[in-house]
């Protein structure tokens, strides 16, 4: 069972930066599509964005402000948020995926691993 340990969460104010970071435990974090999503109480989890081989999407709100990269050592995936906004508070899992999934890289249900989730504070 592949474990996803998230860090990196807090309170900022608006316009700062922070960046979360995922490791995985078992296998080579290149292996896997990760996603990051993030969920406020009462609605459902959102798709922010994903890493798979090369390639990364972002949800149209966080384009040009997040950046999800691997590092260069290590079994670790970030996630750079910058030009941060009261709207972006929520709480962030990272997620990995074993397939191949890139048509429904979007979707909670492609994802066959989730972190713990990480509480991100955005303050006005």
């Known amino acids: 069972q592949e474990q996803l340990v998230e860090s990196g969460g807090g309170l900022v104010q608006a316009g700062g930066s922070l960046r979360l970071s995922c490791g995985t435990s078992?296998?080579?974090?290149?292996?896997?599509?990760i996603g990051w999503f993030r969920q406020v109480p009462g609605k459902e989890r959102e798709f922010v964005g994903c890493?798979?081989?090369?390639?990364?999407d972002y949800t149209d709100s966080v384009k040009g402000r997040f950046t999800i990269s691997r590092g260069n050592a290590g079994n670790t995936v970030y996630l750079e948020m910058r030009s941060l906004k009261p709207e972006d508070t929520a709480v962030y899992y990272c997620?990995?995926?074993?397939?191949?999934?890139?048509?429904?890289?979007?979707?909670?249900?492609?994802?066959?691993?989730w972190g713990q989730g990480t509480q991100v504070t955005v303050s006005s």
């Open positions: 078992r296998r080579s974090i290149g292996t896997y599509t």
């Open positions: 890493l798979s081989g090369r390639r990364t």
């Open positions: 997620a990995a995926s074993t397939g191949t999934p890139w048509p429904s890289r979007r979707l909670t249900g492609t994802y066959d691993y």
